[in-house]
């Protein structure tokens, strides 16, 4: 068995999976990425849990893929193949999922930190798209960063390989919030706050319309965005944030 390299915490409808391999800077080892797979699996078909929230422990929050297993495989062995599926978990996931970087992130865990929802980073974390240095591309992950980032600056970024810190990361979207190193425990619970008022259905459909290409005319786009605005108004959902509302109580879904 595989040691483990992950830490699960179900509590108040959050689920949260720490990276917890310290010492190899929380690589997506062939471990690593099992165990979240799993575990994402696991949080997203619970009915109790409300938000994902993907943490970790030590300094760094991910160096990407774990380079001592991919050191002398064919292409077809690599474990960057079973990445892309790990990174639309996260991407597609119906339930909002909260990135927290406190330190270094690179490469394929710069990718991880995309496909969040919403990434809260300390003021000391850096990040850098490493791949060019050695010799790859970040090909994957430019499937989740480039829809997030500012083009010219992840144009920039990709192509030299430099470290950048908190600041550029939010200025060019990779990150939504900074705070100080004391503060991210606070900030982050504020977003799973905030995030938990939600209805689950209608955060699974906002997010669906967030990630979904826009494609014709207004005119020719309304009809189904009118659809599901009805669908959702006349729900069970819908029928109980209306009476919430009307009455100044909580809905029903809101974590107590």
């Known amino acids: 068995m595989s040691a483990r390299v992950l830490q699960v915490e179900r509590r108040r409808g959050v689920a949260t999976l720490t990276l917890d ?3 190899n800077r929380n690589a997506l080892s062939r471990a690593m990425r099992g165990q979240l797979r799993s575990a994402l699996t696991e949080a997203i078909a619970d009915d109790d849990v409300r938000v994902v929230v993907l943490d970790h422990t030590g300094r760094v929050f991910c160096s990407g893929m774990d380079l001592a297993e991919a050191a002398g495989g064919a292409a077809e062995d690599q474990g ?3 990445f892309p599926a790990l990174l639309e978990m996260v991407w597609d996931s119906p339930k909002p999922v909260v990135g927290v970087v406190r330190g270094p992130a690179r490469a394929g865990g710069v990718g991880l930190l995309a ?3 919403v990434v809260v980073a ?3 974390a850096t990040f850098a798209f490493t791949e ?3 010799g790859i591309a970040p090909a994957v992950i430019s499937a989740v960063v480039l829809p997030r980032m500012v083009p010219n600056v992840a144009h920039r970024l990709m192509l030299t390989g430099e470290v ?9 979207g990779l990150v939504d919030l900074v705070v100080p190193a004391e503060d991210v425990d606070a900030g982050v619970a504020a977003q799973v706050e905030a995030l938990g008022r939600g209805a689950p259905l209608a955060l699974a459909e906002t997010k669906r319309l967030l990630r979904a290409a826009r494609t014709g005319s207004l005119a020719e786009q309304f ?3 009118l659809a599901l605005s009805a669908r959702l108004f006349a729900s069970e959902e819908g029928q109980e944030g209306i009476a919430a509302f009307r009455e100044k109580r909580p809905a029903r879904w809101v974590p107590a």
């Open 21 to 23: 391999s310290p010492a």
């Open 80 to 82: 960057v193949n079973e």
């Open 115 to 117: 496909a969040c929802d």
């Open 122 to 124: 300390a003021e000391a």
């Open 132 to 134: 060019v240095r050695i």
């Open 164 to 172: 950048f810190e908190a600041p550029l990361a939010l200025a060019g």
């Open 223 to 225: 009809p189904a965005l």
